[in-house]
């Protein structure tokens, strides 16, 4: 999809018009006194969370932004294939792939041994190993996936809408009020009105978010802080439209020359808009990127430098800024201390760039606090509607927080590789580095960058692996790893990861075992018995009556067989359940591997065929537990740790 050929245009590219089809709300309208979730900032983080909580019309969402309208050019824009996902949870992957930059391969740059002062290619490598994910690595300018969070969360039953022109005063928690029906966090703000006075408003909710960046007032309030300190690095980035003989210019390419600093181009969507990522002059002790002076000419400068013998001429400057490389993480990401734990349940927290901060060479910021959110939204439905125990919320900052960890030691040593001088022949400097080290370094770490390295250990909602052997290739603590089905009903070649949808409900995969599909006898059919008729069952114990029977639980079975060998009629009617006010059946259950593709998922995951299993997945699509499918007291167990009986 091609455009932004006459300049930059911001918004939706297939509008002649610069208007988007999310229009702001009125900032005339009053907030509430109440809210169920009082979430702060509009960024990606703030959105995703609003997004996800917008599928729930019994939750009465708030969110507020100090801007006074939306976001109309985006600074991050690398979207990872694990996000991809998610964005398919939501419903806009395909909006992403058909409008973003797909990034293929990247191409390495090093000096010319024969002449250091130019530069020549040295490799180009697969930018995503092949079978990390069904999704590409995509670009795209932020402010879009703005946009598509904005129209979900407009369209929904809630008919959410952010407030804008708010800016938080003040924050106060009582920790007295421990009840469900208490509103425990009080926020004032200060509202511009359209003529430039000032009012105050005044908030109550069970629950605060703060996702407003790296200078959150949320986090302040909370009397949490960012510990970390500068790399001393000062780099510049520019969206520009452009013409240059550099033949790698619609590559992600990475260039270290040898005495003009480095340089990271990002093709961006459109066809002709590239992002470049500029290595300034290393900043003195103490100095700050405010005290350098620097312009758009400095940076245009460097580039070119850095590209010799290739030119760049700047055509349009769509948008730049400059930066200090730094990274940044608070001990906590909610308002309990670790001391308190055990008695106290959290009503604040932080996420994204307000509780964890790094350089944006590898693309993680956007990404990162996105999962964060998705990590966060389900739990706090659960517990406002009562599914699940207020217990779960501790587990929010201790995932996110080892991830975050995790982020910062890998973004430190990428950061300080991509910043070395290349070592030559002549060279053997200890500050410096061979640019093939730094290659091997990119392509071992591609699946933490991909972010599907991620992995939550074992906690009250991940079990410990006592039956991972049951399927080797999908890991307890890491995201449900899709892979090609056939839906027997309608014999639909899928994904099954893409039933997983941003709905806050739990998934059951049974994987069947050799047995015949309609066999009455097998442990698949005594499961079934046991789910729809043991008072042990989770789907009894916690499915209201007069809700669906999948409006928890989620299950979906995958047999060994053939579509053609499956009598969908002759399964065990849990598999067609009655849905809805007209008790409609639901055909969507059953799957079979996709055999005439050859990619059969039970070898695909290292599914035991002999035995099977049931893989348990989370709402946001972690891997919970796996168990045999004899393994009924087990399932019920672990559920029994933190859901509340209806």
């Not at 970390?228 to 690095?233: L, P, T, V, Y």
């Not at 060998?565 to 598999?575: C, Q, R, T, W, Y």
Request: hydrophobic share 35%; proline share 4%.
């Amino acid at each position: 999809m091609q455009f932004h050929l006459n300049g930059f245009q911001a918004g939706d590219p297939e509008k002649k018009s610069n208007l988007n089809s999310t229009n702001d709300p009125s900032t005339s309208r009053k907030l509430p006194d109440k809210a169920d979730v009082l979430i702060v900032g509009c960024g990606p983080a703030g959105l995703t969370l609003a997004a996800q909580l917008s599928k729930f019309s019994d939750i009465n969402t708030v969110i507020v932004e100090k801007n006074d309208t939306r976001l109309l050019l985006g600074q991050a824009d690398g979207v990872a294939c694990r996000t991809m996902e998610m964005f398919q949870a939501f419903g806009f992957s395909e909006k992403v792939v058909k409008e973003g930059y797909w990034v293929n391969e990247t191409a390495f740059w090093k000096p010319d041994e024969k002449q250091p002062q130019n530069i020549i290619r040295s490799s180009r490598i697969q930018d995503t190993e092949d079978g990390l994910s069904e999704f590409p690595h995509m670009v795209l300018n932020q402010a879009r996936v703005h946009d598509f969070y904005l129209d979900i969360m407009k369209k929904s039953n809630s008919g959410l809408e952010p407030d804008y022109s708010r800016k938080l005063i003040s924050v106060d928690i009582d920790s007295e009020k421990s009840s469900s029906d208490d509103f425990p966090v009080t926020a004032k703000f200060q509202k511009t009105t359209t003529n430039g006075s000032c009012e105050t408003e005044t908030i109550s909710a069970k629950y605060i978010v703060g996702c407003d960046g790296a200078r959150s007032v949320v986090r302040n309030e909370l009397n949490l802080s960012l510990k970390g300190d500068s790399a001393n690095q000062a780099w510049g980035v520019m969206d520009v439209l452009a013409i240059t003989d550099f033949p790698d210019v619609r590559l992600k390419a990475i260039i270290h020359s040898i005495n003009e600093g480095n340089l990271l181009i990002i093709p961006r969507e459109g066809g002709y808009l590239i992002r470049l990522y500029i290595e300034l002059d290393k900043l003195s002790e103490n100095e700050r990127i405010a005290n350098k002076n620097i312009t758009s000419d400095h940076l245009i400068s460097a580039a070119k430098r850095i590209m010799h013998p290739y030119s760049i001429q700047i055509k349009e400057i769509v948008w730049w800024s400059v930066y200090e490389i730094g990274q940044r993480l608070c001990d906590k990401f909610d308002d309990v201390p670790k001391n308190n734990m055990a008695s106290n349940f959290p009503k604040g927290f932080i996420v994204g760039d307000a509780c964890h901060t790094h350089s944006p060479q590898a693309g993680q910021g956007m990404n990162v606090s996105m999962q964060d959110s998705f990590n966060l939204g389900w739990k706090l439905a659960a517990v406002i509607k009562g599914i699940c125990s207020p217990e779960i919320l501790h587990t929010y900052s201790s995932e996110r927080h080892t991830v975050a960890k995790e982020l910062i030691d890998f973004d430190r040593e990428f950061a300080k590789m991509f910043s070395a001088k290349p070592k030559t022949k002549d060279d053997d400097a200890l500050d410096s580095i061979d640019p093939l080290e730094f290659q091997k370094y990119f392509e071992k770490h591609g699946r933490f960058t991909a972010g599907t390295a991620i992995q939550y250990y074992p906690s009250l909602i991940s079990e410990q692996p006592i039956y991972q052997k049951l399927a080797s290739g999908l890991e307890i603590g890491t995201r449900f790893h899709s892979a090609p089905v056939i839906r027997v009903a309608d014999v639909k070649p899928m994904q099954l990861g893409h039933v997983t949808k941003a709905d806050g409900r739990w998934r059951f995969f049974i994987f069947a075992s050799i047995e015949k599909a309609n066999d009455p006898n097998s442990k698949v059919s005594k499961l079934c018995n046991f789910l729809t008729n043991s008072k042990q069952s989770p789907i009894i114990k916690y499915t209201k009556i007069e809700s669906d029977i999948d409006s928890i639980f989620d299950v979906r079975v995958i047999f060994q067989q053939t579509h053609r060998d499956i009598n969908i009629e002759a399964l065990d009617p849990f598999f067609l359940p009655k849905k809805g006010k007209l008790n409609l059946h639901d055909y969507e259950k059953v799957f079979c591997p996709d055999l005439k593709s050859g990619d059969d998922i039970f070898d695909l995951r290292g599914i035991n065929r002999t035995k099977g299993c049931i893989v348990v997945v989370r709402p946001d699509q972690h891997i919970a537990n796996i168990l045999p499918l004899d393994g009924f007291e087990e399932l019920s167990k672990f559920f029994d740790n933190f859901m509340i009986s209806k």
